[in-house]
């Protein structure tokens, strides 16, 4: 057993879907969150910024000494965590695994689509791992760079989100794909907007609670599981507004997090 924490972090909200996927599957698991509120988004960074980024919010989560970390960012799980994850001395595990070996196993006719930001697809590391599986799998990638900045806002169904979901995914959806990877933990928040859009005969993987399970399974395979059962188990830090993280993670989280958060100066680590 261990009774350590559990270190999550991403660029902003999105990243509570996975936290609540977490929660969901570990609910014994005390859970430090960090949403780099003040520089979101990470998708349209370049790529040193990204591990620079990166590095910094893993020193921030190791002061609290966690058993793990949990990238639950697909911009720094793929632009960065390869190059990084020898440098820390705990484990971190990204999104990218175990979206990809669900979205494997999902499909039927090997076509299956990617979205996510411009960092993300840029890194082509999805359809490394895809084709690294089967390399007759066909792979269809589209950026989407307004869907972070939608689901900050708290637009995750309305007339804009549509318009702006049909623009991006009208190729994808052309091209027959019958498994979509949502390679972003932002866009399960969009998730209704786009099933409506591909249809019933595509499945949506959802990279938050596809790295739930593998948590689950690699904490209890290694005995490294937590017995706590403490009510105030869950902290949360941001790099900018407190009053709005508290407002929107609500709703991403489906639980009150009102005084839980407290904004820390990221530059600092």
């Known amino acids: 057993m261990n009774n350590k924490s559990i270190g999550v972090f991403d660029s902003g909200l999105g990243g509570l879907t996975a936290v609540k996927q977490i929660m969901n599957e570990l609910p014994n698991e005390s859970i430090i969150y960090f949403g ?7 998708g349209t960074r370049s790529r040193d910024t990204i591990l620079k980024y990166t590095r910094g919010d893993i020193r921030f989560l190791k002061t609290f000494d966690v ?3 949990v990238i639950a960012c697909g911009t720094a799980s793929s632009a960065a965590l390869p190059m990084i994850k020898d440098e820390f001395d705990v484990p971190i595990v990204g999104v990218i695994d175990a979206a990809v070996y669900a979205a494997v196993r999902a499909t039927k006719n090997k076509r299956i689509g990617v979205i996510g930001t411009q960092g993300t697809i840029r890194s082509g590391e999805y359809e490394k791992q895809i084709t690294a599986y ?5 792979v269809f990638n589209r950026a989407c760079p307004m869907f972070v900045p939608l689901v900050e806002n708290g637009y995750f169904d309305t007339p804009v989100t549509k318009l702006i979901v049909e623009e991006y995914l009208e190729e994808i959806r052309d091209e027959g794909v019958d498994t979509l990877i ?8 969009l998730a209704k907007a786009i099933g409506e859009y591909m249809g019933d005969g595509v499945k949506l993987i959802n990279s938050g609670a596809e790295v739930a399970k593998y948590l689950k399974k690699k904490l209890h395979d290694e005995t490294a599981h937590s017995e706590n059962t403490d009510e105030t188990q869950y902290r949360y830090y941001v790099s900018d507004d407190v009053a709005g993280f508290e407002e929107l993670g609500s709703i991403f989280l489906e639980r009150e997090i009102n005084g839980q958060v407290s904004k820390i100066d990221i530059e600092r680590y």
Do not use: A
């Open 36 to 42: 780099d509120t003040g520089r979101v988004p990470y």
């Open 67 to 69: 058993k793990i970390i």
């Open 134 to 138: 089967d390399p007759e799998m066909k």
């Open 182 to 189: 949502l390679g972003c933990t932002h866009y399960p928040l």
